[in-house]
């Protein structure tokens, strides 16, 4: 299994180092996956980009190195590198009994390059081309894995991995007052995909703490059936 996934890195590596003095935020890299990797796992989590700070640095040499330990727990004890939506997320599974399966969980992004935020991406001047070479990675890696359940940070997460995956039947679990989705599912192959809006998200922070309790009951309803 290491190979595939070395493989996947190096093709992702190459494409950086070709493209590196092309877009304005090369200088921060790129990561794949942020926890352990690991065939049939019960749940898959994906973001839609790696973060950046400005503690964080990008060290070429060990970018596709793969981590020992799950990001949302590799600085549970350490205040100066721990970040919010680890926080979050740990809290959530811990509301709904699921620690352990966070912590089993395999962890990755739709589209690997790293920036600052959603519209610091899109702005990039090759976005549709990394988003291009990513989602090809992802959708492989997804098949590849066969995880139980795809839990998605975000809605348009969700809405892009239906897509890639040529999917379009979905039930919407909760929706906010404007009839906006909340929690969404669907099927990816023979994975339930999960959709929710952004836990730690600038426009829906507040929207999960609000319907943190209802998402919660939905998520662990349909992850422990």
């Known amino acids: 299994m290491k190979k595939w996934v070395k493989d996947i890195c190096n093709e992702t590596y190459e494409f950086w180092k070709k493209n590196k003095d092309h877009y304005s935020n090369s200088h ?14 019960k749940l898959m989590m994906i973001g839609l980009n790696p973060g950046w700070t400005k503690n964080d640095t990008f060290n070429e040499v060990i970018a596709c190195d793969l981590p020992e330990k799950h990001d949302y727990f590799a600085f549970e004890k350490d205040d100066k590198n721990d970040y919010d ?9 811990e509301h709904m009994d699921l620690t352990e399966v966070l912590k089993a969980s395999v962890k990755l992004n739709l589209i690997f390059f790293r920036t600052s935020d959603e519209e610091e991406l899109k702005r990039s001047e090759i976005y549709n081309e990394m988003k291009a070479v990513s989602e090809n990675k992802i959708k492989l890696i997804v098949e590849k894995i066969q995880p139980e359940i795809i839990l998605t940070e975000g809605i348009g997460v969700f809405d892009e991995l239906m897509s890639m995956f040529g ?32 836990p730690s998200g600038r426009f829906t922070k507040n929207q999960f703490q609000i319907y943190r309790n209802e998402i919660s009951k939905e998520v662990k309803s349909l992850v422990t059936v």
Not at 85 to 93: E, G, T
């Open 28 to 41: 921060k890299g790129f990561a794949i996956f942020y926890s352990p990797v690991k065939i049939n796992p």
């Open 85 to 93: 939506l680890a926080k979050i997320m740990r809290d959530f599974f």
């Open 167 to 198: 999917e379009s039947d979905q039930k919407t679990h909760i929706k906010d007052s404007k009839g906006q989705r909340i929690l969404t599912s669907g099927k990816l192959g023979n994975s339930l995909i999960l959709g929710m809006i952004h």
